[in-house]
């Protein structure tokens, strides 16, 4: 008998190719489609249902039984009150990161097992191998346009070690070929962007319903008020637009959060020396691994759109500095340092 491949089908392309791919390599492919939201999925920005049918659709052309598993409520107690208590405090947090580590690589791995999987398979583009020592690293996608480490980078061992990736050595182009070729009914299907419970939705909007909006002043690093915030959980470091101050001279961009005064801090200039830092404390760390990397040479990414910067790693009691090479732009509280050692992604933390 075949080994039976337990995959998250999603409704998106990626997915649905992976679990051809695992039909081609032999495996018993057997579909699993995640519902984590349902507080508003008969709005007009929930695609819940869609990429559902699109699931169920992928698993009828390709012949495997599919399964339709709610995780709204371990989604709602791991991640969403996650999410809001650090907007609350003032902080920008990653929950697609959580969603990974909590829901898609436990709740969905737990129930990989119990179907009687000896593997469990998604549609990110990363990449993992067993190491001499018998550990399992998690390695960059070969798309480094598409590679996504860095939200997978609080995956454990025992996580990083029962997961199989069929996309990490694979372009985006050819996933879209390969698409076309076996004519799967979404070949052509945009991917989805944004964070998986908010998606296109007005963001501002979404958080108001949840949390208490608190207007304040917007004031200089000198004092000076120079507009109205609508509420600090609505902005970000670095963040440019939506501000609505006026004047001539340089853009404004937001440099920081006054908390004690509810106080947003503006600063004009792109390159304006409070949103540039060449050190960060981050904490709450998680190491693939399983052992804090040695003090020395690695590089890091502070945010998932940014090229790998140059870094020396220190211990730091709970957590780790990063003392970059080079100043590193709008670090932002409550975003997340991924440290990587040449296609090694190492782990990371959150940074304070």
């Known amino acids: 008998m075949s080994d039976k491949i337990v995959v998250g089908l999603s409704g998106g392309v990626d997915s649905s190719v992976t679990a051809h791919l695992l039909q081609q390599q032999g495996f018993e492919v057997h579909g699993v489609f995640m519902q984590?939201?349902?507080?508003?999925?008969?709005?007009?920005y929930c695609s819940i249902k869609e990429d559902s049918m699109d699931a169920i659709a992928v698993?009828?052309?390709?012949?495997i039984d599919i399964e339709l598993v709610n995780f709204a409520a371990q989604y709602k107690d791991r991640v969403f009150s996650y999410f809001l208590a650090e907007y609350s405090a003032g902080r920008t947090p990653n929950p697609d990161i959580l969603?990974?580590?909590?829901?898609?690589?436990?709740?969905?791995?737990?129930?990989?097992?119990?179907?009687?999987g000896v593997k469990?398979?998604?549609?990110?583009?990363?990449?993992?191998?067993?190491?001499?020592?018998?550990?399992?690293?998690?390695?960059?996608a070969a798309d480094q346009s598409k590679d996504q480490t860095y939200f997978l980078y609080r995956l454990s061992q025992a996580q990083v070690s029962q997961a199989v990736?069929?996309?990490?050595?694979?372009?985006?182009?050819?996933?879209?070929?390969?698409?076309?070729?076996?004519?799967?009914?979404?070949?052509?299907?945009?991917?989805?962007?944004?964070?998986?419970?908010?998606?296109?939705?007005?963001?501002?909007?979404?958080?108001?319903?949840?949390?208490?909006?608190?207007?304040?002043?917007?004031?200089?690093p000198e004092g000076r008020a120079v507009g109205e915030h609508m509420g600090l959980m609505y902005y970000t470091i670095g963040q440019r637009q939506g501000l609505g101050i006026g004047g001539e001279g340089l853009p404004w961009f937001v440099a920081g959060k006054d908390m004690e005064n509810n106080e947003l801090i503006v600063v004009q200039g792109h390159d304006h020396p409070l949103l540039l830092k060449s050190t960060l404390l981050a904490k709450d760390c998680s190491w693939i691994l399983g052992e804090l990397p040695a003090e020395g040479s690695y590089t890091a990414k502070t945010r998932y759109r940014q090229q790998d910067a140059a870094c020396t790693l220190s211990h730091a009691g709970d957590g780790v500095v990063l003392t970059f090479d080079e100043p590193q732009w709008a670090m932002t509280p409550g975003?997340?340092?991924?440290?990587?050692?040449?296609?090694?992604?190492?782990?990371?933390?959150?940074?304070?």
Not at 120 to 140: C, K, P, Q, S, W
């Open 36 to 44: 984590n939201w349902e507080d508003d999925n008969n709005d007009e």
């Open 59 to 63: 698993a009828d052309l390709l012949g």
């Open 99 to 116: 969603c990974n580590s909590e829901i898609k690589f436990k709740c969905f791995l737990d129930y990989a097992i119990e179907l009687g």
């Open 120 to 140: 469990m398979a998604t549609g990110h583009y990363a990449d993992n191998r067993v190491r001499a020592d018998g550990r399992t690293e998690l390695i960059r």
């Open 165 to 220: 990736f069929p996309l990490g050595g694979l372009q985006k182009s050819q996933v879209r070929e390969i698409a076309e070729q076996i004519k799967l009914p979404n070949a052509r299907k945009k991917d989805s962007t944004g964070i998986c419970f908010i998606g296109e939705r007005p963001f501002r909007e979404f958080l108001n319903r949840y949390l208490p909006k608190v207007p304040g002043k917007m004031r200089t």
């Open 335 to 352: 975003q997340s340092m991924v440290l990587y050692g040449g296609e090694v992604c190492m782990g990371g933390g959150i940074i304070q």
